[in-house]
């Protein structure tokens, strides 16, 4: 019966996407600890010798806490589908995200955070890099602000927070099967003169959590790391432990994004073998998964083909092979793609039956973006003479942001996928900060998605 009513509602919202990741992860993304928070099922809890970070979030965050987020509840598939079916489609009913909201953000960012693979595998979560510069909206003003609503095309603030809280609430899931959840946070210098009307809109809109500490301090840029460690599951340790903080450093602002979903029909381990995949730099042998028997929805573009594949109560994932002699890079300039990345055209897709061989992935990718932003219009906030960020600290000036860290990582095999992402913004005063130190046997784009068809993952893969 569960997965009856998970298959009519993929066909209902028109084979709609989402992102959710497989495999039980190093670590579980930490939530509120009030009521509405709910713990993963006992089986599926990690283990703690494999997951216990340097230092427990849990006890390092309450000496810097200023405000704390919560977290919904919702109905577990263990209560039964017709009171998980109830409350999903409420909650679905209630948080409809106006189609095309997001397309002028995706269409501009996707290529641009894609762009320069130069041959190596890139992964990324558009989703996440919104809602980091939704907050960072929030936090500023002027200029800085018109700038940012201008690429997130919001014409207001409010617009921007009602459309935040509606991508939150419809990509949110912790139903026992699968999870998708996500996290920001402040990590705010002591003496930062912060207003408290912010803070809350930031943790009631963006369920953000607010601490308050001594840059200079090991155990507050520590708990900053277990934070993004817990958050995402413990899937980017290497790139959140790289994270730090000093003197300079008057804000960092973070955004985060988990998830985890098993495939409504799993690969069989015994199927899994090696196979050739054609890179640009040779061919290369890898392990694939497979499928002797599989149906799947395909659609056809104009120079590519993508096939989906459905994850339990989750959505699904696309992959999207180019067609012979057209490299992954052209397909970041072609209108028809793009627009497939953004939200797909499911009305044109048919349903087809055959084999199937797709390679097990684990692809990480750890990307400075302030490039990225200012190409995309954002160039106020980086300039210390210019950027407003009067609508969280009080009179003070020459604060810039001098960061933008994206760490992203997805992992497929025979159960299904995880995957994280966090985006860091670091914003310094007195001067610039220092720097931290189908058969898919060819080069292919990915997107996994929400189930309102919102990319949170975007991806090449060159080599698996």
Known sequence: ????????????????????????????????????????????????????????????????????????????????????????????????????????????????????????????????????????????????RAQILKLLNADSLETLETRADTLWNSVYCDDGTAVSVLAGSLWMRDDAPC??????????????????????????????????????????????????????TMLALTATIYFRAKWMDQFDAADTSPQVFHAPGGDIECDFLHKDWADFWVYRGRRFTAVQQSFESAGSMWFLLPDEGVTTEELLSDADAVAFLCSGDYEQCEWYYGKLALPKLDVTSDLELSGALKALGVTDLFDPARADVSSLFENVSGVALTEVQHAARLTMDEEGVTAAAFTMMGFGAGGPQLEMDFTLDRPFLFKLASEDATPLFVGIINQP
């Open 1 to 144: 019966m569960k997965r009856f009513f998970a298959l009519l509602l993929m066909l209902s919202l028109a084979f709609s996407l989402a992102a959710c990741a497989a495999q039980p992860p190093a670590q579980e993304p930490s939530q509120s600890t009030s009521p509405a928070q709910s713990a993963p099922a006992p089986a599926e809890r990690p283990s703690p010798t494999e997951t216990a970070p340097a230092a427990s979030a849990s006890e390092a965050e309450p000496q810097f806490l200023v405000a704390k987020a919560e977290y919904p509840v919702q109905a577990k598939i263990s209560d039964g589908d017709e009171a998980w079916w109830n409350e999903y489609a409420a909650r679905r009913e209630r948080y409809r995200l106006d189609p095309g909201s997001l397309d002028g953000f995706l269409t501009a960012a996707m290529p641009v955070l894609l762009a320069d693979a130069k041959g190596e595998n890139r992964v990324c979560s558009p989703l996440n890099v919104y809602m980091a510069l939704a907050m960072a909206a929030e936090i500023s003003g002027g200029e800085s």
């Open 195 to 248: 207003l408290k009307g912010t803070v809350q809109t930031l943790r009631d809109v963006y369920h953000a959590s607010s601490y308050r500490g001594d840059m200079s301090d090991p155990r507050y840029t520590q708990a900053l790391r277990d934070w993004l460690n817990e958050q995402t599951g413990g899937q980017l340790r290497d790139a959140a432990d790289g994270v730090r903080l000093d003197p300079q």
